[in-house]
């Protein structure tokens, strides 16, 4: 009983769900096999699309470890497609295992029984191959927990923000709070975190998903 989880899905929107849900996995499984090969823009803009809708489908159902790995392979997609990154084998493999990680998040959705898979682990991986940072036996990086600790920007962190700058986006700090007293409290936040996520590029969140 302890390990139960409830998601907001009806059963009867439960099929139509995880046939859009495995499409996209298919999609995106396919398409970082095909990066091993070729590293082309439609394969990318596929992957990238595929990575958008599973995390938007998950924040749908409440689904939060699923919604943040998406959206962290999510940005590391983006970033092959603007050539920061190289998706190289050993990254694909990377990809590979999350979206195996995926398959059994999708699974805790149909279940409602929690899978067991370390969500952390796979997360500080692709982090680290997003920030280039070395991570901390905990799975988090020094930068990581002095951001989640003080707000601070981390050094690959700022670089991205500038980057962003020199692009012509504007920059905002956004500061969400919700009444402890209300429902579901945490879930409210971690639903304007994704609808942040829907509208423009995450760089920073405190406190994590």
């Known amino acids: ?8 899905i009806e059963a009867d929107e439960m099929d139509i769900f995880l046939d ?35 995390k938007a489908l998950a924040g749908t159902v409440g689904h939060h470890h699923m919604a943040d790995l998406t959206h962290t392979m999510e940005t590391l ?4 497609r603007t050539g920061e990154i190289t998706p190289t084998s050993e990254v694909a493999d990377s990809l590979l295992s ?20 370390e969500v952390n682990d796979v997360l500080a991986e692709l982090r680290m191959i997003l920030d280039g940072e070395p991570q901390a036996a905990n ?8 951001v989640a600790a003080t707000g601070e920007l981390s050094a690959a962190q700022t670089g991205q923000a500038k ?4 692009k012509g986006y504007a920059l905002f700090e956004v500061v969400v709070h919700t009444d402890p007293a209300s429902f579901a409290p945490s879930a409210r936040l971690s639903q304007a975190a994704i609808a942040l996520m829907d509208i423009g590029e995450l760089i920073s969140q405190v406190p994590s998903m």
């Open 1 to 8: 009983m302890g390990n139960q989880l409830v998601f907001d």
């Open 20 to 54: 859009e849900v495995n499409e996209h996995l298919q999609a995106m499984e396919s398409g970082i096999l095909d990066l091993e090969q070729v590293h082309d823009a439609d394969t990318l803009n596929r992957v990238f699309r595929a990575a958008h809708t599973i």
């Open 77 to 80: 997609f983006d970033a092959m």
């Open 98 to 117: 999350t979206v195996d990680i995926l398959k059994a998040l999708r699974d805790e959705i149909s279940s409602g029984e929690a899978s067991g898979v």
């Open 139 to 146: 799975g988090q990086s020094g930068a990581t927990r002095s």
């Open 163 to 166: 980057q962003l700058l020199q």
